[in-house]
């Protein structure tokens, strides 16, 4: 997946880093784009500010996100799909589901499940909707 955070990605990816353990493994901002490739020239427009980032990759649990400031229009729109994240034990998904809705959004608290051990569902902060998933065998 790729999360275009219109202005507050950084915010975001320092929130997930301490909040669910995540690793940044990439960071570019726009200003560092060669002379060519600066935002208005080879890569397109871009934000009016060059510390924006321009792409990260993200690394939570065996679980890789792409996220960007995109144009930094300050107007972010998360629609349409919910990130899915599996995790190894109960206390896990208690940890994960507590981080996650701490200035966001319950849309399911987290609780057992036909077909999962423990499974809830909510908005973050940042408008991204999260699934987080401890599965049953099947």
Same mark, same amino acid.
């Given at each position: 997946?790729?999360?275009?955070?219109?202005?507050?990605?950084?915010?975001?990816?320092?929130?997930?880093?301490?909040?669910?353990?995540?690793?940044?493994?990439?960071?570019?901002?726009?200003?560092?784009? @060669? @002379?060519? &490739?600066? @935002?208005?020239?080879?890569?397109?427009?871009?934000?009016?500010?060059?510390?924006?980032?321009?792409?990260?990759?993200?690394?939570?649990? +065996?679980?890789?996100?792409?996220?960007? &400031?995109?144009?930094?229009?300050?107007?972010?729109?998360?629609?349409?799909?919910?990130?899915?994240?599996?995790?190894?034990?109960? !206390?896990?998904?208690?940890?994960?589901?507590? !981080?996650?809705? +701490?200035?966001?959004?319950?849309? =399911?608290?987290?609780?057992?499940?036909?077909?999962?051990?423990?499974?809830?569902?909510?908005? &973050?902060?940042?408008?991204?909707?999260? =699934?987080?998933?401890?599965?049953?065998?099947?």
């Amino acid at each position: 997946p790729y999360l275009f955070f219109e202005g507050c990605c950084e915010d975001a990816l320092n929130f997930y880093v301490q909040r669910l353990g995540a690793e940044i493994t990439a960071l570019m901002r726009f200003a560092d784009a @060669p @002379p060519g &490739d600066s @935002p208005g020239e080879g890569c397109g427009p871009g934000p009016t500010d060059p510390n924006k980032v321009m792409h990260a990759n993200l690394k939570i649990g +065996d679980a890789m996100i792409m996220a960007s &400031d995109g144009m930094a229009s300050g107007e972010t729109r998360f629609e349409g799909f919910s990130l899915s994240l599996s995790v190894p034990d109960e !206390a896990t998904a208690r940890a994960h589901y507590a !981080a996650l809705t +701490d200035g966001g959004q319950v849309l =399911m608290p987290l609780g057992p499940t036909f077909f999962a051990h423990q499974f809830g569902m909510v908005a &973050d902060r940042f408008g991204v909707r999260w =699934m987080i998933i401890l599965p049953r065998e099947l």
